[in-house]
């Protein structure tokens, strides 16, 4: 789904995403979500995140996202 919001299509697979927990995440409470498109490379799509609560770093993320062939399921 994120994938999908950053990058406008929904015809692409996760081939991986790392997530490194900094902080304990609290639940019930809002955070603040960070995330976008750091560079594309043909059909590849590498992708970066952070959660913070306030100035507290909670997790960083990034993924790489591979766009689909056309006919691929």
């Given at each position: 789904m994120t994938?999908?919001?950053l990058t406008g299509s929904t015809r692409q697979r996760t081939a991986y995403l790392t997530?490194?927990?900094r902080n304990i995440v609290p639940?019930?409470?809002k955070l603040q979500v960070d995330a976008?498109?750091?560079r594309v490379d043909?059909?590849?799509?590498f992708v970066s995140g952070r959660l913070t609560d306030?100035?507290?770093?909670?997790?960083?993320a990034d993924a790489l996202f591979v766009r689909l062939k056309p006919g691929q399921p």
């Open positions: 994938a999908s919001v997530i490194n927990y639940i019930e409470k976008g498109v750091d043909g059909r590849k799509i306030g100035d507290t770093l909670l997790t960083e």
